[in-house]
Structures are given as C-alpha cells and as structure tokens.
C-alpha cells in the first residue's frame, strides 16, 4: 500500500464514481477500479458500497477516509517544507460571501505586507461548502459567518456581525421616533430570489413575529440589493458590515429597531488535524490585528 493508493481512494471518494476519478487523475477507469480493489484485498474489507452506478462509502470506509486525507495533508505539508528551492509560504483561504467581501480583502493586503513571502489562493463560497472543502483538506482555513457543527473542524468566534433592517438615508421612516409592525409593512422589502435558500436569519425571525413585507423586488446578490434600497423606500435585511461604507457616507441607514438587530459570530474554521504552518499563523497574526482594529465588529 503507497500514498499513491490514498491519493486514488481520496479522488474515488470526492468524485463518487471510478470514471469522474479516473478523469481527475488522469488515469484509466480500469487502473482506478484495481487501486480500489487492491485496497480492499490488502485490508480485507469492503470500502465502497456500489448501488445504481454510484458509490457510497462503507463505515470502515468513512474511517479511512479521515485517515487518508490526514496522511496525505502531512506528507505534502513534509515536501513543502523540506523542499529547498520553495521560499514561499502558501495558504489556501475560504470565506463566506458577506466575510469574503468585506473582511478577507484587508488581511490579504495586511498579509502579502508580512515579512514572512506568503502566496494565497482565496475561495469564496456558500458556508456549507467552505466547510466541505476545509473538511476535506482542500482548503487551510476559513472565515464564515455561517452555521457549522463539524466534529472534524476547530470552530472558534473570533468576532461578531449584526443582520440589521437597511434603508435608504432618505427614508421616510428615519424621521419617526416610534416604528412599528404595521408602519414596515407599508413599505416593499428586497429579499433574495424567489426560491432562494440562502434567506437570512433576520428575515426569518420577521416571519416568526408575524411581520410581512410585501416584497416586489428579489436579488441575487448583495451589491443588487445595495443598489435597490438607493433608489427606493423599500426595506432590506443585511448584514451591517456589508453596509458599513454606505453608513459611513450617509447614502444608507439602519432602522433603530432593536427588535430587529440580530447578532451572529463569526468563525475562523480549521480542521483539527490540521499542520499549523508559518502561513497559517501569520494570516491568523492579521486576522487578530484587524478584528481589533476593525469598526464593525459587533462583539463585546
């Protein structure tokens, strides 16, 4: 048995069947299927369960799995430190949407101006996926402002973020001192795409107390809804740093409803297996230096 098995048994298990693996390793179906098929010999047991032409992972399976990736994430982490004509220092970094928009783009700049040379690849996704791809070795680390529950992951708070109610600087509700259910609902609310699953927790708990927004604009992204509240009276729930430079320029505002303010952590994720290399403790270096520094942090 050599890491060259692992590498194939890993590839078999992220792309779900021998062919997609085959492709990804540039490799012949049938050397795949006998890699799998040695393994199995080799150990006397049964790693994949083979049900309608895809395959699904046995218990003992799951468990080798977890020992592969750990073996193989220490053996590249051996080569890159052993490998005399490297002198970078390389990082693979995730973010969530709201954290990769506002929050990974000044520790970037804070980190290439370490004097540790550090080279990064940033991948910005749905915290669910960031989570797989932390889980499964591809990525260092990760900032999230996400729910994760990962027994394989170190999740740690490092700062806090508000889901607030936004609204144009003019909006007539800002003159008012008293707001309630019934004045919202006078107004449209830009929620996200119809159908969408990424509705956040602030327009959930609006549902929860019975508030409907009549809604008649739905966005797929941030900077869209951003735009809308600009040029309407309509209503929308953002996280606040994603509107800090907007408030900062009196352009958009957040409606003083205390009910309608909901904190949330946001999390620096890292498998717990995971070699902390000198890049990694630099960017987290960074990352305490801006949370310290930084205005919209929430936490207290």
């Not at 012949?28 to 299927?33: D, R």
């Not at 990760?142 to 144009?168: C, F, H, Q, R, T």
């Not at 001192?177 to 959930?204: A, V």
């Not at 800090?244 to 498998?271: F, N, T």
Request: hydrophobic fraction near 40%; proline fraction near 3%.
């Amino acid at each position: 048995m050599t890491l060259h098995h692992l590498e194939v048994f890993v590839a078999v298990c992220q792309e779900k069947t021998m062919h997609a693996a085959a492709e990804k390793l540039n490799l012949s179906q049938p050397s795949v299927s006998k890699i799998i098929s040695d393994l199995e010999k080799y150990y006397n047991i049964i790693l994949f369960e083979r049900i309608n032409h895809r395959l699904y992972l046995t218990p003992i399976g799951e468990t080798m799995l977890e020992h592969a990736l750990h073996i193989l994430e220490l053996f590249h982490h051996m080569e890159d430190d052993i490998n005399i004509h490297s002198q970078t220092n390389h990082i693979r970094i995730g973010g969530s949407v709201s954290v990769g928009s506002c929050i990974i783009p000044p520790l970037i700049k804070r980190l290439t101006q370490e004097n540790l040379p550090v080279s990064y690849d940033v991948t910005i996704n749905n915290t669910s996926k960031i989570e797989q791809l932390v889980n499964d070795y591809e990525l260092d680390l990760a900032l999230v402002e996400g729910y994760v529950d990962n027994p394989n992951l170190i999740i740690k708070d490092v700062m806090a973020d508000e889901l607030v109610l936004a609204v144009s600087a003019k909006h007539p509700l800002l003159s008012q001192q008293n707001i309630t259910c019934e004045d919202l609902e006078k107004y449209h609310f830009i929620t996200r795409e119809d159908g969408s699953s990424k509705r956040n927790q602030l327009e959930l708990h609006m549902q929860k107390m019975g508030i409907k927004l009549p809604s008649n604009y739905a966005c797929s992204s941030v900077d869209a809804i951003k735009q809308a509240l600009l040029y309407t009276d309509s209503i929308a729930a953002l996280s606040r740093m994603m509107i800090e430079e907007e408030i900062k320029k009196e352009v958009l505002a957040i409606l003083p409803l205390d009910d309608m303010r909901i904190k949330r952590s946001i999390r620096l994720i890292y498998h717990k297996n995971k070699y902390i290399s000198p890049a990694m403790k630099a960017f987290m270096k960074v990352l305490n230096e801006h949370i310290d520094e930084c205005s919209y942090n929430t936490a207290t």
